[in-house]
């Protein structure tokens, strides 16, 4: 085998190889796979299609000509288009033909639309060659072969012209109705008022109407039965009285005469003309009075022919027809009605309200009320004076004792006395107030209740007394202990001890919510204060510290043999050749790839194999042995009985080639 420098345009280090077949006669050039032997010394790279100005540089390897590129493999060049063929194949650069049924639309030589041919697509366009979809609103007519809208409405009267568009027939017009829908309504050009168009031109009255002069095309007119008086007919059977009339006590039909300034008493006779009744006179030409025999008295009025009425606010005296007498809505207590709602008061009386007359005295009563002239009524628990007929003496019926009454059942005490209640006796009065003990009597001293003393440095207050004192507590009452916060008592009466909630798990509670660790133990969190755990003064590997210095492995690992501190994983079935124990119960492979045997530069390939392995071994150390003592650090300044797992590591093979794949280079490190 030859080597020749290949082609100037190489992107790389190329050779062409010439296999020789040498022979003790001659040399023949046999040219390589790939290539093709078109001149007599020289073999060629062969392509599949480089396309117009396309060169074949490598086996299956173009380099296209303007205009062209290899889109789907690097062996065959085809033409390209700036812009993308609608429905079109591009067959030279910047070219488009159309597919099958479809041609080019008037404004791209790029868009080719299908054709529909002989289908009529007016209101539609062609999705397909040969097939016609109609535009919205309207719908194909097989029948007719065409696009004919759509109306939603439906009206026998009209031609649907446009989508929802309708067009009246003659004698005709569009009206839409109260749910919004279109419809042709018949026209009637007398508007056909009082009935209802029923046809062009023709009319149907309502009930109780008939044509104008009998003519089917004129308006409608009302009909009354019986004939109206004195008016005309403005409704079926509803008259509307002429000028100076008015219906005759609700009459629809009758209308009598009508006086507009009135005529009262009296009855209209003709338009603004009255006449009175009998027993009236007139006094004015609108107005009868009544006239009364014998005449009305005071505060009454003639009414009526010999009728006579009080006036407002009076009534008749004691049956009398001519005489009246005022009215008061409310009695007059101790009073008279003197007009009407008004009051006067009898002697030795006064007002009080509109209504209400009170007795009056000349001096006032002192704890009475006065009942009637000069005259006192005693309040409750009290009794006339002796010695004043106007001054009312409260009642005690307790003896006051050492004071007086000066009010009903309430005594005045005498100074060094006081009332434990105000109807109660006048008792002997400490000046402060006796706390568990009582006042004795006259001597204003406190003596202290049975199991209290008397507190130092005062002398009304006595405190209870505990034996043996209260612990970490107070006395609340005579040998009754009440325990400080944060403190819970004992079988013992007398002593409270801390409490700690949640309960020290390790530890002991020295004060309240404050645990004391035993020996061996610390708090870890300072979330957890009441939480003590073991301290172990190495660190658990795939173990946890339970009890102090003494590690115990995690479930499905055993310790390392000649370790109590750093246990591995466990596998109770011996893995394969090839695989490792990488967790409890779990096998895992080692991949490895095959290497050639001879290396790219000459090196044997256990060569390259020992310094790829050496170099890739200090290349993932370096990082690990960094990260480690990083860690390390970290987690010395952290919870020391936190678990660690370690578990075995896989690592990647480097490969010694150049044509590995990039995720074959990727070092992989087991966490």
Known sequence: MRKYHGPSNCTSDCFVVRPISETYMSIDIVCCEGYERKDKNECLPKCHDCGPGGKCILPEVCICGQGYKSQKNRSVCLPECSEHCINGNCTAPDVCQCLEGFRFRNDSQSVCEPICGATDCTNGHCVTPQQCVCNSGYQRNETLGKCVPVCVDKTEHGDCVAPNE??????????????????????????????????????????????VDRRISAGCEPVCQPACVNGSCAAPNHCRCHDGHVPLNGSHHVCTPSCRQGCENGFCNAPGRCECHKGYMKLSPHQCSPVCQPACGTNARCSAPDTCTCQEGYIRVNGSDTHCEPFCSKRCYNGICSSPDVCSCLAGYEALTSSYCVPKCNRSCIYGSCVGPNLCRCFNGHRPSANDPFVCEPICSMNCGFGRCIAPEICQCEPGFANRWPSGTCEPHCAQKCINSRCEGGTGRCRCYEGYQLRAGSNSICDPVCSP?????????????????????????????????????????????????SAGYEVTNSSEPQLCRAQCKKRCINAECLRPDECTCLFGYRFIEGSTTECAPYCSQPCDKDSICVAPEICEQQTYHVLSTVGASGFSSWTQLVLTVLLCVVLIMLPVLLTRMFLQRRRAQKDKQQVHLIENPSYGVCMAHDELLPSDREDGLGD
């Open 166 to 211: 309708i067009r009246c027939h003659a004698g005709y017009e569009l009206h839409w109705n109260y749910h919004q829908h279109q419809r042709c309504d018949p026209v009637c050009s007398s508007g056909c008022r009082n009935g209802l168009c029923m046809q062009p031109e023709q009319c149907v009255c309502n009930v109780g109407y008939v044509h």
């Open 469 to 517: 004192s209260c612990r970490n507590g107070t006395c609340v009452e005579p040998n009754s202990c009440e325990c400080w916060p944060g403190y819970e008592d004992t079988k013992e009466g007398y002593m409270c001890i801390p409490s700690c909630r949640p309960a020290c798990e390790n530890g002991r509670c020295t004060a309240p919510g404050q645990c004391e660790c």
